[in-house]
């Protein structure tokens, strides 16, 4: 079992940037997939940017490519993604997901087995 711990959420106004942490309990090294999704509400939860923690490949969404991004630092056991650039549409609630994995770019939000809480991002205009 693995529990993962987001912070650093807020508010912003367009253009601004923010940065958001994911903590896991244990270390995310091996051949996991971990994930930043995104839920609105009353839409549907999106992923936004994926990253194979085995051999750093990542994967981002049209919608934030180039104005986010996602890492990892293995010592910290943490998973991070810097917001900039950040717009309206950004406005959601922000969860951490992770799940052993032999690839990452194709999964979809049921295939992760670990979750976060979430953690509110709210861009004014």
């Known amino acids: 079992q693995v529990q993962l711990v987001e912070s650093g959420g807020g508010s912003v106004q367009t253009g601004g940037s923010l940065g958001l942490s994911c903590t896991a309990s244990r270390t995310m090294s091996g051949r996991y997939c971990m994930a930043w999704f995104r839920q609105a509400p009353g839409k549907e939860r999106e992923a936004v940017a994926r990253?194979?923690?085995?051999?750093?490949?990542?994967y981002y969404a049209d919608s934030v490519n180039r104005r986010f991004t996602i890492s990892q630092d293995n010592a910290k056991n943490t998973l991070y993604l810097q917001m900039n650039s950040l717009i309206p549409e950004d406005t959601a609630m922000y969860y951490c997901?992770?799940?052993?994995?032999?690839?990452?770019?194709?999964?979809?939000?049921?295939?992760?087995?670990?979750w976060g809480q979430g953690t509110q991002v709210t861009v004014s205009s």
């Open positions: 990253i194979y923690t085995f051999r750093g490949n990542t």
């Open positions: 997901a992770a799940t052993p994995a032999a690839g990452c770019q194709w999964l979809r939000a049921a295939d992760y087995n670990y």
